[in-house]
């Protein structure tokens, strides 16, 4: 088993609409957890981190993660085109090393 | 500050020959990691180091991969002798906390 899943999709939406992207991982010791972006042809980065359980709002975009059924969720409200990118959740391990899920490629159609 | 830097952006190469990839990372950081990302495979951490100094590299694939960091502003990623399978994007990022990656090095082995 994978430490963190996460659907490929592709994911396509219209613009505006809400978007939900999810992972699971299997690891309870996990505490911080990330959302990453990247957009075609360049490197990941970050958009948003979690500690523990809870909610963490960030404009359109709110990060969630439930740890007692190991589920991390990014909600991105009034979807824009300018959206469209794979998605990537990772967990931190140890002291610095992160462990990616597969990435969910994302489009917004105008 | 500049981000992270990696050269080449592109590379191309035949089967067998050496390659070597460069970082420049954050400066400041102390962590720096290297990170493979296929489309079978998603993104991998191939090694990290902090202050310099190896701490993990139980994801680079086989001894034909090593990766030196001789000073806390440069790293490079060496291939040798390469082949079709190693084709893949290299990302570079450092840190710590939330990691901030470089644009990627495209390499392609035929």
């Known amino acids: 088993q994978k430490e963190v899943e996460q659907d490929p999709g592709p994911l396509s939406v219209p613009e505006g609409a809400i978007v939900s992207l999810n992972c699971t991982y299997s690891n309870s010791a996990f505490q911080y957890f990330m959302w990453y972006r990247q957009y075609s042809r360049k490197g990941p980065e970050l958009l948003m981190y979690t500690y523990s359980s809870g909610n963490k709002e960030d404009g359109r975009f709110t990060a969630q993660v439930d740890k007692s059924s190991k589920y991390i969720s990014l909600f991105i409200r009034d979807s824009q085109p300018s959206d469209s990118a794979t998605y990537l959740c990772a967990v931190i391990q140890g002291a610095q090393k992160l462990v990616f899920g597969q990435g969910t490629r994302l489009t917004i159609n105008p | 500050d500049a981000g992270v830097i990696q050269s080449p952006r592109h590379e191309v190469t035949e089967m067998g020959q050496e390659v070597t990839l460069r970082c420049k990372p954050i400066s400041g950081h102390d962590y720096l990691f290297w990170y493979r990302q296929t489309m079978m495979r998603g993104l991998e951490l191939l090694i990290y180091?902090?202050?310099?100094?190896?701490?993990?590299d139980s994801g680079m694939p086989e001894d034909r991969f090593s990766a030196k960091m001789p000073n806390a502003s440069f790293s490079t990623l060496k291939i040798q002798p390469s082949e079709p399978r190693d084709s893949a994007v290299y990302f570079c990022?450092?840190?710590?906390?939330?990691?901030?990656f470089g644009s990627g090095t495209r390499l392609t082995v035929v």
């Open positions: 990022a450092s840190g710590p906390g939330a990691q901030t």
């Open positions: 180091f902090n202050n310099n100094v190896p701490i993990d």
